[in-house]
């Protein structure tokens, strides 16, 4: 409108006075963005974190100690086109999701394999121990195979320096319910939950982390060895404890929220305390395990 106003000989000032509009916003030009810079992190971000949202982004630009709001992140995210789509779940989940939640550190590890293979295709399988309330990777084993003595070992090196969980959740693998690991768990006063056989997301801490460790590091990295596996999966360990934001816990690493959580009382976080559910040692029998009803 001001625009037709100055075709009809109508000076600018007068013009934007009759249409109501602030003299100086004829004079007024846009100037660029200058977030070329702030677009090249993000997207290098987005790369090395090819499946996380913007919020994650924003909060490791915020630890880095850049300045900026949330929502101009969300904007650049969809100006470059860096939306993800979710993954869709094809597997219908019946029964509980996890039938016993933690309530404090070392109240309940969980502990799995994850495979993967080196560049010349040897098998490589990795053993993952996390806690459930912390989030903390606390181990990540690698090797071609493994036995229960060897989950032994490493149940027993991480609880050397961090003491022993009252309980240890797994799925029904050969190398948890051997009945030596089971004697042995049972004598160290350390309960099982076995979560039940076709339904992986009763541990769903275990399933997560591994999206995570094969999305960020499995995806990403390329293994001649099984110690040069190993040498890395320490690396992003040390990373994902000490350095990488974890949105189910504000945003904070691992290790922020178990040093926050070290000074709280060991008092129930999901209504009844569950710590107290009787459940029964299970030593395990020769090839067969003795899955206790989670509820």
Not at 261 to 274: E, Y
Request: aromatic share 10%; proline share 6%; charged share 25%.
């Amino acid at each position: 409108m001001v625009r037709q106003l100055v075709a009809a000989h109508l000076k600018p000032e007068r013009a934007c006075v009759l249409v109501g509009l602030a003299k100086s916003s004829w004079h007024y030009r846009p100037q660029p963005r200058q977030d070329s810079e702030l677009r090249q992190r993000i997207h290098d971000l987005a790369r090395q974190y090819p499946r996380r949202g913007y919020r994650f982004i924003h909060a490791l630009l915020v630890r880095a100690g850049v300045t900026l709001n949330k929502k101009k992140v969300r904007r650049i995210w969809r100006e470059e086109g860096l939306a993800i789509k979710p993954k869709v779940s094809r597997k219908i989940r019946t029964g509980a999701a996890i039938p016993m939640q933690a309530e404090y550190a070392n109240h309940v590890w969980t502990y799995d394999f994850i495979f993967d293979q080196t560049l010349e295709g040897s098998p490589l399988k990795i053993l993952t121990l996390t806690d459930e309330f912390t989030r903390q990777s606390l181990a990540l084993r690698v090797a071609t195979s493994f036995t229960s003595l060897e989950v032994k070992d490493v149940l027993q090196a991480v609880m050397a320096r961090r003491g022993s969980p009252a309980f240890l959740r797994s799925d029904n693998g050969s190398e948890f319910i051997a009945r030596d690991l089971g004697i042995w768990l049972a004598v160290q006063n350390i309960r099982t939950r076995f979560i039940e056989p076709g339904k992986p997301w009763q541990n769903g801490f275990a399933e997560s982390f591994h999206a995570r460790l094969r999305a960020e590091c499995l995806n990403q990295e390329v293994f001649y060895s099984a110690k040069h596996a190993q040498v890395l999966l320490d690396d992003w360990r040390a990373f994902y404890n000490a350095r990488r934001p974890h949105s189910s816990l504000g945003y904070r690493t691992p290790d922020e929220f178990a040093e926050q959580a070290r000074g709280r009382p060991a008092t129930p976080l999901c209504g009844d305390n569950t710590a107290k559910v009787a459940v029964s040692p299970s030593p395990g029998r020769a090839g067969k395990a003795d899955v206790v009803p989670l509820t």
